[in-house]
């Protein structure tokens, strides 16, 4: 493999993880709770398109849209039915509560679509292959919806009556709401946008690999990670964390440590090549999360909190 | 024979994981530690005994004690990075901690001796239960009952002596989500987090070697998150900060556990379907005690000193 399809990979990868972390990050910011249903709603949002997509026949792009608006409203509902009557408990308490919803969200996905793969009724199109690298058409839409998405949210927060508010409330609700922002709607608002995000990766991540229940958990650890690496509260260092995630990910199984320890060949320390097991890979995240929290308690962009 | 039999099984499993959720209750319950990673106790326990009793041929006691000290050095280790963060982050260190940990057992099956089909995701059999030449098949059921109650006595008596002495009042006053009132009294907030982690390890593993000799098979698919979030479920809907309220929540939702299994004689459902639908209600049962009785069936006894 070529360096540039391991950087490639990498930038697929943070795609994905950018528009998870994204979300739940901004969830953290608004409401003061780690949300652990968040990857769950993009399980849900990635059956939805299966609905709509194989059960009722759409195209994929009109139903990953519609699949996306149809979880954000669905999140919207489940914060009416259980995380509004939590508004001021205890941070702790909403994600015991989250964790209750996750478990939830996902034995229901499974008790519906069961437990073996499936995928989407998608065309299989041919890989752009050059000397160097290959990439399907639909690692270009993931690149570019992460993309799009990551410039759609920056306009928001910075150009939007809307996002101004966001950030309002994010600084300090008492004065936001003292100010007349309805703190509500801006609640509302923050559930839609993170997780119509959402479901788009889950859509993404079910279009690439396949769809199964468990696919929310699988990338549980990376998106927390990427939130936090980046400062949980903060959008702009979920992107970051993510990104960073996605290189390390994919740089950790392709870099020969064997070399690195001799230098390149400066010393012989070992003669063996070193490379990290791929079972090893779900691991990789957690080591750079650990190391980021002993460096940096509050992450690389982490906000400043008085305790 | 074969009732007989099934409440004796319910009450090993109850003993079981009522250890667990004593060790959650301490940590949570008591010192408002979001454990989302309990599970890597159970399978390190499991596993210690396991490498101890069948490789190297070692009796149940040090296997027992192995169990205890590995978990326990295990919850220290992985509190030291995290004593000094935020509850959210306790959450997601720990349940990644608890996946490594799972890999770890998945990935490397020389740890167990290895072998053909041996180690690794085909998990380990032929653990020796103590004592079995003792008994005939029908009576060891009822010997291996007393050891695990006595041993969830044993758990029982020291949580509760830990949690009144002096030790579980300033715990109590790291979870009221104020360092500074602890450290105002001169408490290194750090030192307390890493004893608790600590202590809740050793009983978590001690639960997980008492799982081990009674299967006498573990494989890394018996240490999912979902084990977690069982406890979770059992310290919440029991009562936490009350270690009669664990015990409690051990039973009822034990037997919730156990006595849906049942249905599938009068309806039809397949096994896949039930098991998720178990899970939603246990999911459910959770945000419902959450949103509606916070504290649980027994409340925990707040003393006014």
């Known amino acids: 493999m070529s360096v540039l399809q391991v950087i490639l990979n990498s930038i697929i990868r943070a795609s994905e993880l950018a528009l998870l972390s994204l979300g739940l990050t901004i969830v953290y910011d608004i409401l003061k709770f780690a949300n652990f249903a968040h990857t769950e709603y993009a399980v849900v949002g990635a059956y939805f398109a299966f609905i709509l997509n194989v059960t009722l026949g759409l195209p994929i792009f009109f139903s990953a849209i519609l699949a996306a608006i149809a979880t954000g409203i669905f999140a919207i509902l489940i914060d009416r039915v259980v995380f509004k009557k939590m508004r001021n408990a205890n941070g702790i308490i909403v994600m015991v ?23 989407y009724n998608v065309p299989l199109q041919a890989p752009i292959v050059t000397k160097y690298f290959r990439i399907t058409p639909l690692q270009i839409w993931i690149i570019a919806v992460g993309a799009a998405a990551m410039v759609a949210f920056y306009i928001l927060l910075h150009y939007t009556r809307l996002g101004k508010a966001m950030r309002a409330a994010s600084d300090n609700p008492d004065l936001a709401q003292a100010s007349g922002i309805a703190t509500e709607k801006i609640v509302t608002a923050v559930w839609f946008i993170a997780i119509s995000f959402a479901s788009l990766g889950g859509i993404l991540i079910g279009m690439e690999t396949y769809l199964l229940p468990y696919m929310g958990f699988a990338i549980i650890i990376p998106v927390f990670c990427a939130a936090i690496m980046g400062g949980l509260g903060n959008p702009y260092g979920a992107m970051l964390g993510a990104l960073v995630l996605g290189f390390a990910e994919n740089f950790g199984l392709y870099i020969n440590f064997g070399k690195l320890f001799n230098l390149g060949g400066l010393l012989h ?39 | 024979m074969g009732f007989v039999n099934f409440l004796v099984y319910l009450a090993i499993m109850i003993g079981i994981f009522a250890i667990m959720s004593l060790s959650l209750n301490l940590q949570y319950g008591f010192t408002g530690l979001a454990n989302f990673g309990q ?18 041929g070692l009796p149940f006691i040090i296997g027992l004690i192995g169990a205890m000290v590995v978990a326990g050095v295990f919850g220290y280790l992985i509190a030291i990075p995290t004593a000094n963060l935020k509850e959210d982050y306790w959450a997601i260190v720990t349940l990644a ?3 490594i940990v ?8 020389w740890v167990v001796g290895g072998g053909p089909y041996r180690g690794g995701a085909f998990g380990v059999g032929d653990i020796p239960q103590p004592f079995k030449s003792h008994f005939s098949a029908q009576t060891y059921p009822f010997f291996y009952l007393g050891i695990v109650l006595v041993c969830l006595l044993i758990t029982y008596l020291i949580i509760n002596k830990i949690t009144d002495a002096p030790f579980g009042r300033v715990v109590k006053s790291i979870r009221e989500g104020n360092d500074h009132l602890a450290q105002a009294l001169g408490k290194d907030v750090r030192r307390f987090r890493l004893k608790v982690m600590a202590t809740g390890g050793v009983f978590g593993g001690m639960a997980g070697c008492l799982w081990a000799h009674y299967y006498g098979f573990i494989s890394p698919s018996q240490f999912l998150p979902l084990v977690t979030f069982i406890v979770w479920a059992m310290v919440i809907v029991g009562g936490k900060g009350n270690n009669k309220g664990a015990i409690l929540g051990t039973i009822v939702i034990t037997l919730f556990y156990n006595s849906t299994r049942f249905l599938k004689d009068y309806i039809p459902i397949n096994e896949i379907t039930l098991a998720s639908l178990r899970m939603v209600a246990i999911g459910v049962l959770i945000v419902v005690v959450m949103l509606f009785m916070n504290e649980g069936i027994l409340k925990e006894k707040k003393k006014i000193y």
């Open chain 1, 97 to 119: 509560t989250s964790l209750g919803v996750a478990i939830a969200l996902r034995n229901t996905v499974r008790a519906i679509w069961g437990a073996s793969p499936k995928s």
């Open chain 1, 269 to 307: 320390i070992t003669h063996r090549a070193l490379f990290i097991p791929t079972g090893y890979k779900p691991a990789i995240s957690f080591v750079i999360l650990i190391v980021v929290l002993l460096l940096r308690p509050r992450g690389i962009l982490g906000k400043k909190e008085e305790r």
């Open chain 2, 97 to 99: 901690a608890a996946e």
């Open chain 2, 39 to 56: 599970v890597a106790f159970f399978c390190l326990g499991a596993y210690t005994t396991t490498i101890i009793t069948l490789t190297f």
């Open chain 2, 102 to 109: 799972r890999i770890f057992f998945l990935n490397e099956g």
